[in-house]
Antibody
Framework: EVQLLESGGGLVQPGGSLRLSCAAS????????MSWVRQAPGKGLECVSD????????YYADSVKGRFTISRDNSKNTLYLQMNSLRAEDTAVYYC??????????????WGQGTLVIVSS | EIVLTQSPGTLSLSPGERATLSCRAS???????LAWYQHKPGQAPRLLIY???SRATGIPDRFSGSGSGTDFTLTISRLEPEDFAVYHC?????????FGQGTKVEIK
């Protein structure tokens, strides 16, 4: 059974940092591209950052570019999101999601339950 | 950036009724790469439909997707109690991949 379990969320002050983790199990982690998707209160979902299966290619939304860093450790089956210079508008539930292996542009076929990040003084 | 507009915002229906959800794109969705997800509070979102009309693994056939270009529809033929949730559409053919704001299907 595919499982994605996020952790590391919490309350942080503006300008602070947080590192999210996503522990994957039930599949060959190193074979799949992964993503972080967030949902701010009352808003729709937003793709924040992607990473390919080897970690050699990444994508960032303009809203987080230069502040967030996505990475993965395939030996530990874990995805990370390092978030620096946090702003109030980064407050959201952050989801880890797996890209379907479809050979091209693919949807997300599995998601975690999310971890809440609150940026507030 | 492709903007997806979902309507209605909220759909109030009874179990057994048919639900029709709309997702309209601001420009044509490349290769009809349009997905629908079901999301219940506190749970992981679940992929229902991809490629506009293909059901994901394990999804009951009461869920169907249709449409092309800029207009897409998710239909739930007969609502079951477990179908009351928020539904999101997503286009994944162009960068950035974008989502609609969601349609909540609630019990009438």
């Amino acid at each position: 059974e595919v499982q994605l379990l996020e952790s590391g969320g919490g309350l942080v002050q503006p300008g602070g940092s947080l590192r999210l983790s996503c522990a994957a199990s039930g599949f060959t982690f190193s074979s799949y591209a992964m993503s972080w998707v967030r949902q701010a209160p009352g808003k729709g979902l937003e793709c924040v950052s992607d990473i390919n299966n080897s970690g050699g290619r990444t994508y960032y939304a303009d809203s987080v570019k230069g502040r967030f860093t996505i990475s993965r450790d395939n030996s530990k089956n874990t995805l990370y999101l390092q978030m620096n210079s946090l702003r109030a508008e980064d407050t959201a539930v952050y989801y880890c999601a797996r890209y379907q292996n479809c050979g091209g542009d693919c949807p997300f076929d599995y998601w975690g339950q999310g971890t809440l990040v609150i940026v507030s003084s | 950036e492709i903007v997806l507009t979902q309507s209605p915002g909220t759909l109030s229906l009874s179990p057994g009724e048919r639900a029709t959800l709309s997702c309209r794109a601001s420009q044509s969705v490349s290769s009809n790469y349009l997905a629908w997800y079901q999301h219940k509070p506190g749970q992981a979102p679940r992929l229902l439909i991809y490629g506009a009309s293909s059901r994901a693994t394990g999804i009951p056939d009461r869920f169907s997707g249709s449409g092309s270009g800029t207009d897409f529809t998710l239909t739930i033929s007969r609502l079951e109690p477990e179908d009351f949730a928020v539904y999101h559409c997503q286009q994944y053919g162009s960068s950035p991949k974008t989502f609609g704001q969601g349609t909540k299907v609630e019990i009438k």
